[in-house]
């Protein structure tokens, strides 16, 4: 990307769009094009139709979406479905329709199959059924990236769908119930020290694996995408199956490669904001999917690996929630 082109970040504001807009100012481009959901509801078809027809940008980061926890996930299925659905679909064809030159689509490591294979591989998507509790999200982000190859090969596009695994850091959403795992234990266990509770409550048993990466990683490996020459970009973009009979959708995961149990994390975060109490678990509340560790050796190979380590991420991410509380 030339350091005047103009890049459209949806979801600027979110832990992954505010990261991308942080590492391409640092990186001296100038000519963001940036809109809060307020300004330009992405699920208004016109709406979203005549701001690329009258701003045309030239790349296009596609952060917005509908996300939440296990939790949130359970209780607002059709917002989950129907918001991304709309979003996703709106952006790429308007993107299509005034020529961007690349697009990344953001999906998520949950559109793999519940009991997929560990390390799970980009080659493992559509092959087996998809954990219950965060289904309608997962179909949505899977028609994202069926979209992206469709024009890809329909109209030469250049769009590639990145799938990352569960993210933290600075600007994520805090919220006690609708908000993913770190974020979550990041304000009980703060709430729990200020309030000197004998507990913290983690949900589910404990025993689920996770991945995580810092939203900085994020955004580097978003942004170190887009820029890649043309090869080894378009060999990203797919095949047509057609023609190689091979499945090859424009997929790739974003991750660390390695992955903790909940209550390994829980013990981290324990450590990390120094609460001295005890933790207890309630079995009552989902797990959600066993484990899903992704298999990163196509993102390495192409030369782009996470640089923070997890208690170091944890660490400035409790930070900024801290500073936030107090002020
Ligand atoms: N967080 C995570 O752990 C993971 C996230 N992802 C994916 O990464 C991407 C970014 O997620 P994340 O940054 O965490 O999400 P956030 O919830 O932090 O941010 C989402 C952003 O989308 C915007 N948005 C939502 N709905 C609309 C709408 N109808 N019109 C316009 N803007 C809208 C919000 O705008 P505003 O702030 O103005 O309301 C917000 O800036 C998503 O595609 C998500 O699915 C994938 C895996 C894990
Ligand atoms: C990113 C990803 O995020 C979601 O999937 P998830 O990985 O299951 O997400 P989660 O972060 O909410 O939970 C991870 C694990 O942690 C346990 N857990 C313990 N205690 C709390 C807790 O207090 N809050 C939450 N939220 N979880 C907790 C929880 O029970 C589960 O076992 C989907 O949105 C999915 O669609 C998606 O893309």
């Excluded at 600027?12 to 640092?26: D, E, K, S, T």
């Excluded at 094009?33 to 979203?48: F, I, K, S, V, Y």
């Excluded at 701001?51 to 926890?69: C, H, R, S, T």
């Excluded at 080894?232 to 797919?238: E, I, S, V």
Aim: hydrophobic content about 40%; overall charge negative; aromatic content about 10%.
């Amino acid at each position: 990307m030339d350091k005047n082109a103009k890049i459209y970040v949806a979801g600027h504001r979110g832990l992954v769009g505010g990261a991308i807009v942080r590492n391409l100012q640092a990186a001296g481009y100038t000519n963001l094009l940036l809109r809060t959901h307020a300004e330009l509801d992405l699920t208004n078809q016109a709406a979203t139709a005549a701001f690329f027809e009258a701003e045309k940008p030239d790349y296009v980061f596609l952060a917005a979406a509908k996300v939440g926890g296990i939790l949130a996930n359970n209780i607002y299925p059709a917002e989950f479905i129907r918001d991304n659905l709309a979003i996703q679909s709106n952006i790429i064809h308007a993107a299509y329709v005034n020529q961007v030159k690349r697009l990344l689509f953001l999906g998520s490591s949950c559109i793999y199959p519940k009991l997929a294979p560990q390390p799970m591989k980009e080659e493992h998507l559509l092959t087996g059924p998809l954990e219950p509790t965060n289904r309608p999200y997962a179909l949505a982000k899977i028609a994202g990236v069926e979209m992206c190859w469709s024009y890809n090969r329909q109209y030469g596009t250049q769009y590639l769908a990145a799938m990352p695994t569960n993210l933290y850091g600075p600007g994520d959403n805090y919220h006690p119930d609708n908000s993913h795992v770190i974020p979550a234990l990041i304000r009980k266990f703060h709430e729990a020290k200020v309030a000197n509770a004998p507990t913290v409550t983690v949900w589910g048993t404990g025993t689920p694996r996770r991945e995580f990466l810092y939203n900085e990683d994020m955004a580097d490996a978003c942004v170190y995408l887009m820029n890649l020459p043309d090869e080894p970009y378009t060999r990203l973009l797919g095949s047509d199956e057609s023609k190689t009979g091979k499945f090859e959708p424009p997929l790739i995961n974003i991750g660390v490669g390695h992955d903790v149990t909940i209550k390994e994390l829980a013990e981290t975060i324990q450590r990390v904001v120094g609460y001295t109490g005890d933790i207890v678990f309630d079995a009552s509340k989902p797990d959600g999917t066993p484990r899903k560790l992704m298999d990163v050796s196509r993102l390495n190979g192409i030369g782009w690996s996470a640089q923070t380590a997890f208690e170091a991420g944890l660490t400035s991410a409790y930070i900024e929630f801290a500073a936030q509380v107090e002020s």
